[in-house]
């Protein structure tokens, strides 16, 4: 293939789909993953239609290593040439203090946030190294460089993203691969959706009274580090809404 091929995790929905659709406009061939097939199979079909590029999707759950492996190991040679890994499949699970929290969503954001993570990269990091070159990109959270009350696994695992980010960057720099962490702060997708369990009452109450980032703004900052030449890597980027200074300050009006 003479296109460069980026895979996204976490593909059907929020950053990851806003990530895919731009992409897409800028000539990359996709790997997309995700649990819900029909968005998968939905976005591939809107993105050949409209763009014209290759869309592969891969339909497993992140958090199950032998699926993780048996679904990327299975790709094709020529899919097998990644250039770009974007490490966006991610969740929060509750917002509870640890002494009564629900440990099940702490088993879901460690094995999403971290485990899956790592699964991925894992497998794909050395295909890049054969081929001298290549670019991982992991989401982290203005969570994975500050702690807050109630937030202390989903904070946990956001910092080990960075900390893994950090010392892969140490690791790939002698390969030729550049290693990015983009932590947002307020991003309004279905994070808070999933992390009320479904109550969109409560998920639409983080969000009143300003404005916070979409899942384009991010999907523009991760173009933007893309698009640097080859002698530029940026390490660790934080982006923020204009209303939100910390993970727990706001100016909500």
Known sequence: MNQEIALITGATAGIGQETALLLAQN???????????????????????????????????????KDTEMALNSLPEEWKAIDVLINNAGLAAGLAPVN?????????????????????????SPWMIERQRGHIISISSIAGKESYP?????CGTKHAVSAISRAMRIELMPFGIKVTTIAPGAVDTEFSLVRFHGDQEKAKQVYKGFTPLSGKDIAETIEFVLSRPSHVNIDDLLIMPMDQASARDFNKK
Do not use: H
Request: glycine share 6%.
């Open 27 to 65: 000539n990359y061939n996709l790997i997309l993953t995700g649990r819900r097939k029909e968005r998968l199979e939905l976005l591939k079909s809107q993105i050949e239609s409209s763009f014209g590029c290759k869309v592969l999707t891969l339909n497993f759950d992140i958090r199950i290593r």
């Open 150 to 154: 109630n937030g202390s696994v989903y």
């Open 100 to 124: 009564s929290a629900d440990v099940d969503d702490w088993e879901d954001m460690i094995d999403t946030n971290v485990k899956g993570l790592l699964y991925t990269t894992r497998i794909v």
